[in-house]
């Protein structure tokens, strides 16, 4: 069966400093993996799709199919990235599988 | 409005009481979901409607059905729910249901006494 693992339910930085949120899955198949955000008070919204390999608000996100992860990065924080960041995995059966999240906390 | 709308917000229920969840999404999608987020748990899939099929995760108790009436409206219809019920009720919809990216709604905040 699929997982999503985001081993860190808190993540704090200080302004201008790098963040990389961690997401490792487990699939046996071709995954397609999404970065989705919370912001407070606003719902839940797409960040990035791997495929897509894009770069949204200065956050990248690498799939390493070797270690199975798929890392969120950033080399600068702002405040304004503070929210509820999710990893969420597509498997065979088009069913999105999310993480748990990791809340991210950039301090002035 | 536009995007994914949810009603009521805020419900409040008893556990005898049989109460009706509603989303309504006003971007032509043709798939529909239902997620259930609750402070110790991972967001849940709980069902899907598309053209095609309806699935739903089987882990999900008989006292939650859902109703999809056309492709803009779905309803999580409640009855004789228990306290570990309380979550946040999210739904979403997207384009078609192959992998496409899924836009949510504000989330319905229910509670069980």
């Known amino acids: 069966a699929q997982r999503v693992t985001q081993p860190e339910k808190l993540l704090s930085v200080f302004k201008g400093a790098p963040v990389e949120l961690k997401c490792n899955y487990s699939?046996?198949?071709?995954?397609?993996l999404f970065w989705y955000v919370q912001y407070s008070r606003q719902r839940l919204q797409l960040l990035l799709r791997h495929i897509s390999r894009e770069s949204i608000k200065g956050f990248t996100a690498d799939l390493n199919k070797g270690e199975t992860s798929f890392h969120l990065k950033k080399p600068f924080a702002q405040e304004e990235d503070s929210a509820m960041y999710y990893c969420a995995l597509y498997n065979a059966g088009n069913m999105l599988t999310f993480g748990g999240g990791t809340r991210l906390m950039v301090k002035p | 409005e536009t995007g994914v709308t949810q009603t009521p917000r805020h419900l409040v229920m008893g556990m005898t009481n049989k109460k009706s969840l509603k989303c309504e999404q006003h971007?032509?999608?043709?798939?529909m979901y239902w997620y259930k987020q609750s402070a110790k748990k991972p967001l849940e899939l709980m069902f899907v409607y598309s053209l095609e099929e309806r699935v739903e995760n089987n882990s999900v108790p008989s006292r939650f059905s859902p109703e999809c009436p056309n492709s803009s409206h779905l309803f999580l219809h409640l009855h004789t729910l228990q306290p570990e019920d309380s979550a946040l009720y999210l739904c979403a919809s997207s384009q078609g249901q192959r992998r496409d990216t899924q836009y949510f709604g504000p989330g319905t905040r229910l509670t069980v006494l």
């Open positions: 971007l032509g999608h043709n798939a």
């Open positions: 699939y046996s198949g071709s995954p397609e």
